[in-house]
Nanobody
Framework: HVQLVESGGGSVQAGGSPRLSCAAIGYRGSYSCMGWFREVPGKEREATATIDSSGITAYADSLEGRFTVSADNAKNTLYLQMNGPKPEDNGIYYC????????????????????WGQGTQVTVS
């Protein structure tokens, strides 16, 4: 049974540098593509960033280069470094994992991911 557990959310300061973490518990396979999604009220859940087994990353244009995704394969943990978050970054952040080692060009599609965390709320003030 695979669990993805996010942490690091809560109330964060605008202009600060909070970091979200996602631990993959019970995952025994090879490292595969993982990503962060964001959900805000009234909008669909959108992909924000991904990283594949080779460390290749991809980001949503809306982030304007402010966030950095990384992974510690030995710890089976995914990170999202938020640099200078803004109020429009408010939302529930979910981590997700594919079973593929490469994220592919359609990394933004929810259906590509098999495992999902419960989400962590981020409120920027």
């Amino acid at each position: 049974h695979v669990q993805l557990v996010e942490s690091g959310g809560g109330s964060v300061q605008a202009g600060g540098s909070p970091r979200l973490s996602c631990a993959a518990i019970g995952y025994r396979g090879s490292y595969s593509c993982m990503g962060w999604f964001r959900e805000v009220p009234g909008k669909e859940r959108e992909a924000t960033a991904t990283i594949d087994s080779s460390g290749i990353t991809a980001y949503a244009d809306s982030l304007e280069g402010r966030f950095t995704v990384s992974a510690d394969n030995a710890k089976n943990t995914l990170y999202l470094q938020m640099n200078g978050p803004k109020p429009e970054d408010n939302g529930i952040y979910y981590c997700a994992r594919m079973v593929f080692i490469s994220c592919g060009g359609d990394w933004g599609l929810n259906g590509r991911y098999r495992y999902w965390g419960q989400g962590t709320q981020v409120t920027v003030s």
